[in-house]
Every structure is written in structure tokens, then in C-alpha cells.
């Protein structure tokens, strides 16, 4: 079995910064590409920022210049540095992996996480 599980987030104040981690765990082959989403009270849950197994980063418009992801592979780890926060950033942050498997060694599966709260206060 996988596990992602999350850590780093907390109440900042708006223009503060925070840095999340998700670190993959279990039964990994290989881990592909990592991301991160938030979702919103009330809110669809939208993309943040994704990187490849080669460090290839894309971002959403709202975060591009303000937050950088990272990854290490040798620790299964994706780090979100997240600065010059603002209030709308608010959301329940979630990292997601597509992961090979013992059991799915070709294509792998998509894990997530249980998710991290963020709070950005004005």
C-alpha cells in the first residue's frame, strides 16, 4: 500500500510564507509526476502546481511567480514553497502522485493525500 501524507501548514499572516511537504510511502516502483491542488470552502478543487520525475515545474496564473515546487527523489518527498501569501489562498492543500506498483507496474495509480489546511490572514 501508498501513503502520502502531508505536513507544513498552519495560520500566517498575508505576505508570510509557509513550505509544505508530502512524502510517499509503501510498496513505490517509481514515482511520476507529483503535485499539488487546494480546495476551497465551497470551492472546486483546483491545480496548484505539478513537477515531473525530472524537475519539470508548470503552474497555476494565481501562484506562478509566488510559490516554487520542489521534489527530492531520493526521499519520495514534493516540497510547495509558498510566499507573498494572500487570504484567497486559503484552502485545504492536497498532493497527489502517479505511483508504479507492485500491483500496477506499467502505468501506476494516482495517491493523494489527506490534505494539509492554510489559513491567510488579512
Known amino acids: 500500500q501508498v501513503q502520502l501524507v502531508e505536513s507544513g501548514g498552519g495560520l500566517v499572516q498575508a505576505g508570510g510564507s509557509l513550505r509544505l511537504s508530502c512524502a510517499a510511502s509503501?510498496?513505490?516502483?517509481?514515482?511520476?509526476?507529483m503535485g499539488w491542488y487546494r480546495q476551497a470552502p465551497g470551492k472546486q478543487r483546483e491545480l496548484v502546481a505539478t513537477?515531473?520525475?525530472?524537475?519539470?515545474?508548470d503552474y497555476a496564473d494565481s501562484v506562478t511567480g509566488r510559490f516554487t515546487i520542489s521534489r527530492d527523489n531520493a526521499k519520495n518527498t514534493v516540497y510547495l514553497l509558498m510566499n507573498s501569501l494572500k487570504p484567497e489562498d486559503t484552502a485545504v492543500y492536497l498532493c497527489?502522485?502517479?505511483?508504479?506498483?507492485?500491483?500496477?507496474?506499467?502505468?501506476?495509480?494516482?495517491?493523494w493525500g489527506q490534505g494539509t489546511q492554510v489559513t491567510v490572514s488579512s
Open positions: 497527489s502522485a502517479r505511483i508504479t506498483t507492485p500491483t500496477k507496474p506499467l502505468f501506476g495509480s494516482d495517491f
Open positions: 509503501g510498496s513505490i516502483f517509481a514515482i511520476n509526476a
Open positions: 513537477i515531473t520525475s525530472v524537475g519539470s515545474a
